[in-house]
């Protein structure tokens, strides 16, 4: 199985700071992964697919890039409404795994 | 504007039986594959059984391989899931989504989730 490796587990920052999650994948994935957000109580929601491509709708203050194993996902300026935790998915091959989550919080 | 839907949750016993329904709307459903995904209680997403569109593939996790089938019904826009033999660590809200992208595990709508419960 193909683990995922997402760090840190939580961080908290100001509005309008750079935040960055990375996802680490335990074999080559080439780009097939996918971000995530979820807020409490909600279902998740696409952000990022095929590593870096934008999913319709969502703000350009996310991105995501890497390919192979190493994985960044990043909020250019962080809002209120980011608040959330966001999980990164591998599609390489079964079973499909998540990363262990980020929580992001407003400091 | 696409729909997912989930019921069938509850409260049950362990090694007892439960069958979530998941009604599509908004989208052609017979063009797309299907998965079930869980979250258990303060925990995080795990990829739980897809089901491509017109059934001929079919894939499961191995905590689930054996007591859960995945099903669909694409002229009722319907996903279904029947899952036997519950545990306790099966306790989990269980999500719908609807596979986009090339892939099809692209997850780009998810219902709200059914939660299940396994307890004695």
């Known amino acids: 199985d193909t683990q995922m490796t997402q760090s840190p587990s939580s961080l908290s920052a100001s509005v309008g700071d750079r935040v960055t999650i990375t996802c680490q994948a335990s074999q080559d994935i080439s780009n097939y992964l996918n971000w995530y957000q979820q807020k409490p109580g909600r279902a998740p929601k696409l952000l990022i697919y095929?590593?870096?491509n934008l999913q319709t709708g969502v703000p350009s203050r996310f991105s995501g890039s890497g390919s192979g194993t190493d994985f960044a996902f990043t909020i250019s300026s962080l809002q209120p409404e980011d608040t959330a935790t966001y999980y990164c998915?591998?599609?390489?091959?079964?079973?499909?795994?998540f990363g262990g989550g980020t929580k992001v919080e407003i400091k | 504007e696409v729909q997912l839907v989930e019921s069938g949750g509850g409260l049950v016993k362990p090694g007892g039986s439960l069958r979530l329904s998941c009604v599509a709307s908004?989208?052609?459903?017979?063009?797309?594959?299907m998965s079930w995904v869980r979250q258990a209680p303060g925990k995080g997403l795990e990829w739980v059984s897809s089901?491509?569109?017109?059934?001929?593939?079919?894939y499961y996790a191995d905590s689930v391989k054996g007591r859960f089938t995945i099903s669909r019904d694409n002229a009722r826009d319907s996903l279904y899931l029947q899952m036997n033999s519950l545990r306790a660590e099966d306790t989990a809200v269980y999500y719908c989504?609807?596979?986009?992208?090339?892939?099809?595990?692209?997850?780009?709508?998810w219902g709200p989730g059914t939660l299940v419960s396994v307890s004695s």
């Open positions: 998915q591998h599609f390489a091959n079964l079973p499909l795994t």
């Open positions: 089901i491509s569109s017109t059934s001929g593939h079919i």
């Open positions: 908004g989208f052609t459903f017979s063009s797309y594959s």
């Open positions: 095929d590593a870096s």
């Open positions: 989504a609807r596979g986009g992208g090339y892939s099809g595990y692209e997850y780009d709508y």
